[in-house]
Each structure stands twice: as C-alpha cells, then as structure tokens.
Nanobody, 124 residues
Framework: QVQLVESGGGLVQAGGSLRLSCAAS????????VGWFRQAPGKEREFVAA????????YDRESVKGRFTISRDNAKNTVYLQMNSLKPEDTAVYYC?????????????????WGQGTQVTVSS
C-alpha cells in the first residue's frame, strides 16, 4: 500500500509560481509511475502531467504549454510539479496519483493510489 500526501498549494497571483510536492510513504514507490491531475469546481478531473520511474515525462500540452515541469526524487520518495506563469484557469484541486506499473497513462482510471489533494487558487 502506498500513501500519498500533497503539499505546496495556496493562493497566488496570475503570473506567479508554485511548487507542489507529493510525498509517498508505505513502501518504496521509485518504480511506480506518478501523475498529477486537477479538478476545478463543476468539472471532471483532468490529466496534467506524469513521470515514469526513470524520469520520462508526459504533459497535457493543451493546458500546460511548457509552463509546468514534473520531476521526482526517488531518494526522497517525492514527486514535484513546478508551476510557472500561473493563470486563473489553473485554479483547481491538484491530486497526485501513483500506478502499480512503471509507465504512465493519462487516464485517472489507470492509477491505483491517490492523495487527498491540495488547493491551488490563482487570482487575476
């Protein structure tokens, strides 16, 4: 079993930056793919970015467009999402999720473990 805890959310002005962290406990998850998703009020949860155990990255180009960077530190059992040039439309609860497999997918259904989420609010 893997427990995931997100942190780093908050209130930021448009154009600002935040770095989200996803810390895993319970067992080593360095071989697991990890993804970040977000859910705005009244909308479905959507894929943001994912990373394999070896560091291959995938982004939702439509929403991220080079502004976000996903990374991981396997020694710390932590995955990060650096978010720059934030926009009001980035406002959402951000979730990290881990798969039992080592390669990523973009569907939320493909992930086995979820954190509780962290709120990101971007003011205009």
């Amino acid at each position: 079993q893997v427990q995931l805890v997100e942190s780093g959310g908050g209130l930021v002005q448009a154009g600002g930056s935040l770095r989200l962290s996803c810390a895993a406990s319970g067992r080593d998850f360095s071989r697991n793919a990890v993804g970040w998703f977000r859910q705005a009020p009244g909308k479905e949860r959507e894929f943001v970015a994912a990373i394999t155990w070896s560091g291959d990255r995938l982004y939702d180009r439509e929403s991220v467009k080079g502004r976000f960077t996903i990374s991981r530190d396997n020694a710390k059992n932590t995955v990060y999402l650096q978010m720059n040039s934030l926009k009001p439309e980035d406002t959402a609860v951000y979730y990290c999720a881990a798969r039992r497999d080592s390669y990523y997918v973009t569907s939320a259904r493909g992930y086995d473990y979820w954190g509780q989420g962290t709120q990101v609010t971007v003011s205009s």
